[in-house]
């Protein structure tokens, strides 16, 4: 299918036009470049929550008109979120946080005695909440193709015990940026009687999802990277599990009736359904500012956002190829070709001779781009593609800690998306060469564990 692009009209988010301060005392554009951590709020979500707010009211508890219509309103988001994702029938939708805390009530609703298949490479929030509920969990080793991460995976099921088994994987990784082959390794762990949670924090703002083609029993995703703030998540799937676990929260919203026995004890009979694990009064805004989200992308077209960003991608993939002493971290293709994988809008490297939180702070410094350095909460991962990497001495800003007896490990990472404008990128590869080529125009010093320019070289 043909699709039209127009590489200069990403949809609208806000602070596109926020001058921020150079170190010279000059102002310029921000150039946000890390949607992978929080993306920029979509204006359409912004004018949408904006047009609710007067009407704001509490939900499933109060008889007057705003508390009706607040309801009817979360509710209508449920819908439009499990439209979003393509459920199926009986799926359902609950409302969390964040992608962290979904996974971690998933965490908290899987059987006593389910294994847990986790690859090294996934994000904390994704590999972190199994073992903290207590469950047995088997670490993959990080595969170095996708074909070699199914195969790991058809092994590693093949080994295991009979019981309950559940695999958690990343759609898209937020590190490399990488797609994995989702549905090769929904379709080998149902082959094996596992169950499959898809942490899509990165993939579903970047690519259309469906839960039913992908045959994912669970998927849990991030407002605050959706391009829809007010710190909302989703988990949305399978009912089974979630209806017979104890509820995630104890509280009002999750309680069917509470009694006193004779023996002055309390009787509780719980919620079915996504009640169940939305005690307290729920986060209207941000539910509604996810379904707002949903919607704009939707209407948008991932036909064209994608082809778009695919273009992006590779212009920043070419551009940075050029730099000799820049290396991207991949983890599938052939070595050293980095335009050798999928990925989506998030991109890690580190610059020979620099670094990593040194160059950073000059990209925002001297030329007004934020991005990220360290290593994205997905420490394994970064170890693993940075491995007999030399890491520069900085003069300042403090590396995420290394493991005792090792020595301090830190990338960049360069994430974009539907907000993103053309000249965004082109700044930055910009910036990337005239650091590399020319070094930093002022000297740096650490103040408080963050490296800030002090005076001009």
Known sequence: MSVSVDLHAPLAVLGQDVQVPLASGEKVGYAALDYAASAPALQRVWDDVAAYAPYYGSVHRGAGYLSQLSTDLFEQSRRTVADFLDLRGGDQVVFTRATTDSLNLLAAAVPAGTRVFAFETEHHASLLPWAHAGL??????????????????????????????????????NVTGELWPVAELTATAHRHGARVVLDAAQLAPHHRVSVRELDVDWIAFSGHKLYAPFGAGVLAGRADWLDAAE???????????????????????WNTGPARHEAGSPNVIGA??????????????????EARERQLVERLTAGLAQIPEVRVLNLFGEAGDIRSSARVGVLSFVVRGWNSSHFSAALSAEYGIGVRDGLFCAHPLVRTLLGDEEVA???????????????SLNAIRVSFGAGTPDEHIERFLTAVRELVTDGAAWNYRNEGGRCVADSRR
């Open 393 to 407: 001495p900085s003069e300042c800003g403090a590396p995420e800690p290394s493991l005792p007896g090792e020595r």
């Open 136 to 173: 047995e969990v088997s670490y993959l080793r990080a595969p170095r193709s996708r074909a070699e991460a199914v195969a790991a995976l058809e092994a590693a099921l093949a080994a295991a015990s009979e019981g309950p088994k559940l695999l958690c994987v990343t759609g898209a990784s």
């Open 247 to 269: 509820p995630y929260l104890a509280g009002g919203g999750a309680t069917r009736t509470v009694a006193r026995e004779p023996d002055g004890s309390v009787a509780v009979q």
């Open 288 to 305: 509604y500012a996810i379904a707002s989200a949903c919607r704009a992308l939707t209407e948008a077209g991932f036909d064209a956002l």
